[in-house]
């Protein structure tokens, strides 16, 4: 069982920056890939940004020269660095992490952008 904490979510406001945190922990906990997805009100979750264990990412177009995926392998850790952020960011964001065939999932940490 991989077990997978988020933080650093809170109040910033417009153009603002914030890191957001996730670590993977448990046996075989070597994560494949690593992601950040957002679930806007009555909305289906939408993947912003991930990366794989090589160093490959993806963003989505909406976040694209603003936001910055990076992970630790060592640390089984993955962040994601927002800069310039807009109140449209205003969101719940969840890690995602793939070990092998299985996906596991936070339970999210909230970033909400004043204007």
């Known amino acids: 069982q991989v077990q997978v904490v988020e933080s650093g979510g809170g109040l910033v406001q417009a153009g603002g920056s914030l890191t957001l945190s996730c670590v993977a922990s448990?046996?075989?906990?070597?994560?494949?890939?690593m992601g950040w997805y957002r679930q806007p009100p009555g909305k289906q979750r939408e993947s912003v940004a991930g990366i794989w264990r090589g160093g490959t990412t993806n963003y989505a177009d909406s976040v694209k020269g603003r936001f910055t995926i990076s992970r630790d392998n060592a640390k089984n850790t993955v962040y994601l660095q927002m800069n310039s952020l807009k109140p449209e960011d205003t969101c719940v964001y969840y890690c995602m992490v793939r070990v092998h065939t299985s996906t596991y999932w936070g339970q999210g940490t909230q970033v909400t952008v004043s204007s």
């Open positions: 448990g046996s075989d906990s070597s994560a494949d890939y």
